[in-house]
């Protein structure tokens, strides 16, 4: 490590803006913590990224406690990355704190995927739609577009959420506006509205496996974990190559004690995602004496 590779605390106090005081509460929380030598502490340059992403999240209004959880979390899960902060994607959902890697997202303190996002990705071409000057005319397509354009924008997600609205009114069987404006409704957690959401893309198409992902995604997080359960068979059922569905369905298998059939799909998931923190993860759950070889629940 190079001379210019070390910040002293008033180096990162007078870079990114903060306090002795702060450092010194993030420290003793375990955030992000100066490294020491006899004499002297100093941050390294992923340190600094980490109490950047730090200063963020909490101006976003993480509460500290719930980062700290998170982080917690994430260091017990992932065990072989050494600082999550500059080495992951941390977001806030306005929940819950929330890490991507590789297009996955993953609530850390669950440690289950979220919402698939999937059908919400969207390229450089996508272009803001002009605000009509009377009588609107978009179709439902158009409208999507608009929607889509709001959430790459980070606006508002009343914008999104009322553009996918606006779509469904064109074309009330338009299955992606239902999904994404689903996803966005979970998101501010409105889970009612966003279980309506899922479970009328459902009834347009019973063979949409990302839809009855997503609706177990939300009756998992009301509590309702069989029918969780039910909605991830669905999904594989659908797509036996989905490796988000075959890691929620291990863990809500696990809250319903059918640990053969949880091992069954941390299996899957391995076989389907053999690199990263997540296989790394599930094979620490295969190895777990919570998982009794003995003990299983029979597939339906």
């Known amino acids: 490590m190079g001379a210019t590779d070390r910040f002293s605390p ?14 010194d509460y993030w420290d003793r929380l375990r955030l992000v913590s100066p490294q020491k030598e006899p004499g002297s502490h100093f941050y390294d340059f992923r340190d600094l990224i980490g109490l950047r992403t730090v200063k963020q999240l909490i101006e976003q209004g993480v ?26 994607r941390i977001l806030f959902d306005g929940k819950d704190v929330i890490v991507e890697r590789h297009g996955a997202r993953l609530e850390p303190v669950s440690g289950q995927f ?8 969207i390229d450089e071409r996508v ?5 009509p000057a009377a009588r609107d005319t978009r179709t439902a397509d158009e409208w999507f577009e608009a929607a889509l354009a709001c959430e790459s924008a980070r606006r508002a997600k009343a914008e999104a959420i009322d553009a996918y609205n606006r ?36 009834a347009l198409d019973s063979d949409n496996a990302l839809a009855h992902f997503n609706l177990g995604s939300v009756l998992d997080e009301i509590g309702d974990v069989e029918a969780a359960r039910q909605q991830f068979r669905l999904a594989l059922r659908l797509h036996p190559d989905f ?12 809250k319903l004690r059918a640990f053969s059939e949880a091992r069954e799909h941390w299996q899957a998931y391995i076989r ?10 599930a094979r620490e759950r295969l190895a777990s004496s919570n998982a009794p070889k003995s003990v299983g629940a029979t597939l339906v």
């Open 243 to 254: 490796p988000d569905a075959h890691y929620n369905l291990a863990f809500v298998c696990e």
């Open 167 to 202: 779509a469904l009114q064109a074309d009330p069987q338009k299955i992606d506006a239902l999904l994404n404006c689903g996803t966005l409704y979970y998101e501010d957690g409105n889970l009612a509205r966003a279980s309506e959401y899922f479970q009328r893309a459902i």
């Open 114 to 121: 979220v919402l698939n996002f999937e059908t919400r990705e």
């Open 10 to 23: 008033e180096d990162v106090q007078r870079i990114l803006g903060l306090t002795a005081k702060q450092l």
């Open 127 to 131: 272009r803001v739609i002009a605000q």
């Open 63 to 88: 509460p500290v406690n719930r980062l700290q959880r998170a982080l917690e979390a994430l260091r017990e899960k992932l065990s072989k990355v050494r600082a999550p902060l500059a080495e992951l």
């Open 272 to 281: 389907l995602e053999p690199v990263g923190p997540w296989s790394s993860y």
